[in-house]
């Protein structure tokens, strides 16, 4: 069996999916070591969602993430009967030329690690897979896929900042992220909603990361996510947009240094930040606690805002689409959120929002929402596949 492995490697946790390859690609393994370096944590799942590992490691045995990839390379190596013929990998940061996934070589990693100042917390883990595949397996076809791709097609007018133009030409310029998940979204639209997903369409992906993406026929023309993935919607422990006064402010006056402020801005905002209790919005919905409330009010008040933005770019809104884990699981929030989009024309039907049926509106709302689970993995698996058959 020839089997593909995807690696979405990030700051404190290695995920990873094994694809069969015959004819159609089918999940086989999804995995992910969390905790590296604090409380490592392996857990592995089968096709059908039976558990291979779920075990605890000492801190000292995964202290950081070359560790957690020599550990799963051993289970793999081990347990793993199939014959891997390509690696797909996420990569955060794919600059400002790359629109589509890519052939990884050698001028490719160098190429990315340019990038690194521009995603310092994610960059780095991402190559550091990727150089352990060619170290060690150099003939092993890989493939790197771009979050930042598929924004890529913007007008470059969309994505200046407003500051002196030289800039711009040194990379300082919007780029948007999630992009693997919108163009998957994008692409199960057309085969769920066929209607829709030539039209006017906002996706927003509502998980510890969150942004939205404004599709006009299936292509991205904005993003709340700018330079870096600190931009647009408050998110788990990231800020969100924020007055760039404000950072100069904590910088001048508290005498805080770049370091400090990137921990506060990415580790300690967001709902975590508002509510001085959790980041997570499960926590947040069950406690009575009045920064909770509080949190979760911002959340949905800035994605009700950003989503009158993103209708402004598109000239108008047809269809608002729900994804990754708060917006998959969460009727609630769906119902919150579907009242700030009250004035475009949107109205649920609370049945089918609970259910978490596909289409979620009644079928008089001029704009209509739906339920579309994200996949990166797959998203990144086809690439790959494409990549490596072309
Ligand atoms: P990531 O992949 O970026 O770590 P997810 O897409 O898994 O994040 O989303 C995690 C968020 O989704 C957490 O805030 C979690 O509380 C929230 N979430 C998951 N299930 C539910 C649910 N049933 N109700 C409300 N929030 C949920």
Same mark, same amino acid.
């Given at each position: 069996?020839?089997?593909?492995?995807?690696?979405?490697?990030?700051?404190?946790?290695?995920?990873?999916?094994?694809?069969?390859?015959?004819?159609?690609?089918?999940?086989?393994?999804?995995?992910?070591?969390?905790?590296?370096?604090?409380?490592?944590?392996?857990?592995?799942?089968?096709?059908?969602?039976?558990?291979?590992?779920?075990?605890?490691?000492?801190?000292?045995?995964?202290?950081?993430?070359?560790?957690?990839?020599?550990?799963?390379?051993?289970?793999?190596?081990?347990?793993?009967?199939?014959?891997?013929?390509?690696?797909?990998?996420?990569?955060?940061?794919?600059?400002?030329?790359?629109?589509?996934?890519?052939?990884?070589?050698?001028?490719?990693?160098?190429?990315?690690?340019?990038?690194?100042?521009?995603?310092?917390?994610?960059?780095?883990?991402?190559?550091?897979?990727?150089?352990?595949?060619?170290?060690?397996?150099?003939?092993?076809?890989?493939?790197?896929?771009?979050?930042?791709?598929?924004?890529?097609?913007?007008?470059?007018?969309?994505?200046?900042?407003?500051?002196?133009?030289?800039?711009?030409?040194?990379?300082?310029?919007?780029?948007?992220?999630?992009?693997?998940?919108?163009?998957?979204?994008?692409?199960?639209?057309?085969?769920?909603?066929?209607?829709?997903?030539?039209?006017?369409?906002?996706?927003?992906?509502?998980?510890? $990361?969150?942004?939205?993406?404004? +599709?006009?026929?299936?292509?991205?023309?904005?993003?709340? /996510?700018? !330079? &870096? %993935?600190?931009? @647009?919607?408050?998110?788990?422990?990231?800020?969100?947009?924020?007055?760039?006064?404000?950072?100069?402010?904590?910088?001048?006056?508290?005498?805080?240094?770049?370091?400090?402020?990137?921990?506060?801005?990415?580790?300690?905002?967001?709902?975590?930040?508002?509510?001085?209790?959790?980041?997570?919005?499960?926590?947040?919905?069950?406690?009575?606690?009045?920064?909770?409330?509080?949190?979760?009010?911002?959340?949905?008040?800035?994605? $009700?805002?950003?989503?009158?933005? +993103?209708?402004?770019?598109?000239?108008?809104?047809?269809? /608002?689409? !729900? &994804? %990754?884990?708060? @917006?998959?699981?969460?009727?609630?929030?769906?119902?919150?959120?579907?009242?700030?989009?009250?004035?475009?024309?949107?109205?649920?039907?609370?049945?089918?929002?609970?259910?978490?049926?596909?289409?979620?509106?009644?079928?008089?709302?001029?704009?209509?929402?739906?339920?579309?689970?994200?996949?990166?993995?797959?998203?990144?698996?086809?690439?790959?596949?494409?990549?490596?058959?072309?």
């Amino acid at each position: 069996m020839d089997t593909l492995l995807v690696v979405n490697a990030g700051s404190s946790s290695l995920k990873f999916e094994i694809f069969a390859v015959a004819g159609s690609l089918t999940r086989q393994i999804k995995g992910k070591l969390d905790g590296v370096g604090t409380a490592p944590h392996l857990t592995i799942k089968g096709a059908g969602g039976d558990r291979l590992a779920d075990e605890d490691y000492p801190r000292e045995t995964v202290p950081d993430l070359p560790a957690a990839m020599r550990l799963v390379g051993d289970w793999l190596r081990e347990r793993h009967e199939g014959r891997l013929i390509a690696v797909g990998h996420r990569v955060v940061h794919g600059g400002p030329d790359h629109m589509r996934p890519a052939r990884i070589n050698d001028d490719l990693v160098r190429e990315l690690e340019r990038y690194t100042p521009l995603a310092p917390l994610h960059q780095p883990n991402n190559l550091a897979p990727i150089r352990a595949f060619l170290e060690h397996q150099p003939q092993l076809p890989q493939v790197a896929c771009f979050d930042t791709a598929f924004h890529r097609g913007h007008d470059p007018m969309a994505d200046h900042y407003a500051i002196p133009a030289h800039y711009f030409d040194e990379g300082i310029r919007r780029y948007g992220f999630h992009g693997l998940s919108y163009e998957y979204v994008a692409g199960r639209l057309a085969e769920v909603a066929p209607d829709i997903s030539g039209r006017r369409v906002i996706v927003a992906h509502l998980g510890s $990361g969150a942004s939205m993406c404004a +599709l006009n026929r299936g292509r991205s023309v904005e993003c709340t /996510f700018g !330079f &870096t %993935a600190l931009d @647009g919607l408050p998110m788990g422990t990231r800020c969100g947009q924020i007055d760039p006064g404000v950072l100069l402010y904590l910088l001048q006056q508290h005498g805080m240094t770049a370091v400090q402020l990137q921990d506060i801005l990415y580790k300690e905002s967001g709902l975590m930040g508002l509510s001085g209790t959790s980041n997570d919005v499960r926590e947040l919905l069950a406690s009575s606690d009045a920064g909770a409330t509080m949190a979760l009010d911002h959340f949905v008040h800035r994605i $009700g805002l950003n989503a009158g933005l +993103l209708a402004a770019a598109l000239g108008g809104l047809d269809a /608002f689409v !729900f &994804t %990754a884990g708060v @917006g998959e699981n969460s009727p609630v929030m769906r119902t919150r959120i579907a009242e700030k989009l009250g004035w475009l024309g949107a109205s649920l039907d609370p049945e089918r929002n609970d259910a978490g049926e596909l289409r979620v509106s009644n079928d008089d709302s001029k704009v209509a929402v739906y339920v579309v689970p994200t996949d990166e993995e797959l998203m990144i698996a086809r690439h790959t596949l494409a990549l490596i058959s072309a």
